[in-house]
């Protein structure tokens, strides 16, 4: 592996141990990096899919409500209807 200047990071830390800082990147250093980018994909990968699967419940909830808002409508129509026939 080639080492590389570092021009991003002048003095980064990794969480994993190997230094980004000075001029030379060591191997360890890169494979840290890589490890936190690895790890960071993989959290915004779940959080993104508990997301999806929070807006999918809110979304059957406001659905199952509207349902129930419909029925109820409907049930107060045919009463008004009846009690209108009946001449009430």
Known sequence: MSFKKDTDSPNEQ???????GGPLRQAGGMIAKMNTIRRKIFIW?????????????????????KKKKKKKKKEKKKK??????NGI
């Open 14 to 20: 990794s969480p994993l141990g190997g230094s980004f």
């Open 45 to 65: 990968g779940t959080v993104s899919c508990s997301m999806t699967k929070k807006k999918e419940k809110k979304e059957k909830k406001k659905k199952k409500k």
């Open 80 to 85: 008004k209807k009846k009690k209108k026939k």
